[in-house]
């Protein structure tokens, strides 16, 4: 089998489907505040490394709302595509062009609710020929059962799935990069685990630094 190219800026588009305040109340597949600090980092990793970026939502008048106050602080004049009805994103002909607009083939999806809209638009994807990447920890659903047997079902479609914070890691790629410092970002606001065991090394080799002067 062979091993597909990487995932870059220059080759992939972050796609994010209905991550609205209305259906937020609803998710009992993880916790809220985990759930909008992955999407809040999926869309920073799109914004901070330049990749393509489509986000879409339903029409304002409906009961799910606007998208999360904390996404849309991120996203700035980013363009949102308003679908009226459409469950497979891609039978909307303008987020379809919008998505085709960036050039890019490689799609990183995430969205709500994960059998759902985001299913659906999975499988439209693919059918459209798209090399599909789910992220599965900046998606959501009513339950933990139904956000996984729909993980399932794209996989053996064939998505692949990934996790926000492992796709920035794959646009950085090399430490020494200078994107690097796109990386430190998102793991100082949204990693805080990982940032602080960072922190405590570079305490401790500052204090052994120190003692050897």
């Known amino acids: 089998m062979s091993v597909p ?15 609205a305040v209305g259906f937020a109340n ?4 993880t916790d809220v505040a985990t759930h909008v600090n992955n999407v809040v980092g999926l869309a920073k990793t799109a914004t901070l490394f330049g990749s393509g970026l489509v986000v879409t939502n339903g029409l304002p008048g409906k009961p799910s709302g606007p998208l999360y106050p904390e996404l849309l602080d991120v996203l700035g004049d980013q363009k949102v595509v308003e679908r ?3 469950t497979n ?9 919008a998505v085709r607009a960036t050039g890019r083939k490689k799609l990183a999806i995430a969205g709500v609710s994960t059998e759902g809209c985001v299913l659906q638009s999975v499988l439209g994807a693919l059918r459209d020929g798209y090399e599909v990447y789910l992220v599965v920890d900046a998606s959501a659903s009513v339950t933990a059962e139904t956000h996984n047997v729909a993980v399932q079902r794209m996989i053996a479609a064939g998505a692949t799935p990934v996790t926000w914070f492992s796709l920035a890691g794959e646009f950085e790629y ?3 990069a200078p994107t690097a410092a796109h990386f430190q970002q998102l793991m100082r606001e949204h990693v805080p685990s990982m940032a602080k065991g960072v922190q405590s ?4 080799t500052a204090v052994a630094s120190s003692g050897a002067a």
């Open 84 to 86: 009226p009805g459409a």
């Open 5 to 19: 190219e990487r995932l870059t800026p220059e080759n992939t588009t972050i796609v994010l489907i209905d991550h």
């Open 201 to 204: 090394w570079l305490a401790t």
């Open 89 to 97: 994103a891609f039978a909307d002909e303008a987020f379809a062009e």
């Open 26 to 29: 609803v998710l009992g597949s």
């Open 174 to 176: 090399d430490h020494r």
